[in-house]
């Protein structure tokens, strides 16, 4: 497996695999030609050195996706907090443990980026991906709240 940044070329594969599970097929736009607002965030995340976009390529096929965002903040002494989000999967290659891979390859890569914690928020709905980051070592340790506009 490659983990690499995502090129312009990517992005139909990242948004079809955001667009493939129940709460994707609510929010994602999926078709072809992509809109163009898809490409215009990518333009943003590609040219913002504290975004990574990354894919998970093998035998030249792009199989899973995650970005992470580095947050520069004055806590912790200046200290720098790595999120994690839009982790997916192909769906035929789910359940072989490329997941847990995509995750050690992104605390490695947080580390690197010398972030003192790896965060991600997770749907309440969906009880599994709970469960499969408590066994990563992650702790629900805050509520998180969002308002949506």
């Known amino acids: 497996m ?5 090129t312009k070329a990517d992005i139909p594969f990242i948004v ?10 609510l929010r994602e736009d999926y078709r072809n030609p992509l ?17 990574e976009l990354i894919v998970v390529e093998y035998d030249g096929e792009v199989i899973g996706t995650l ?12 200290g720098i907090r790595a999120q994690i989000e839009a982790v997916r999967i192909r769906e ?20 690197a980026r010398k ?14 991906a709970l469960h499969f980051y408590e066994k990563l070592g992650f702790k629900a340790t805050h ?4 308002l949506h506009f």
């Not at 970005?67 to 200046?78: D, P």
């Not at 997941?99 to 050690?104: H, L, Y």
């Not at 509520?143 to 969002?146: A, F, I, L, S, V």
């Open 16 to 25: 079809k695999m955001l667009a493939n599970d129940k709460l994707g097929k």
């Open 143 to 146: 509520e998180g709240m969002k």
């Open 115 to 128: 972030a003192h914690i790896l965060q991600l928020t997770t749907d309440k709905s969906r009880p599994e």
């Open 67 to 78: 970005q992470l965002s580095f947050i520069q903040y004055l806590t912790y002494q200046g």
């Open 92 to 111: 035929d290659l789910r359940g072989g443990g490329l997941g847990q891979q995509m995750f050690e390859w992104a605390i490695a890569r947080a580390k």
């Open 35 to 51: 809109p163009a607002q898809y490409y215009s965030a990518f333009e943003n995340i590609n040219t913002d050195p504290n975004q």
């Open 2 to 6: 490659i983990f690499r940044k995502a």
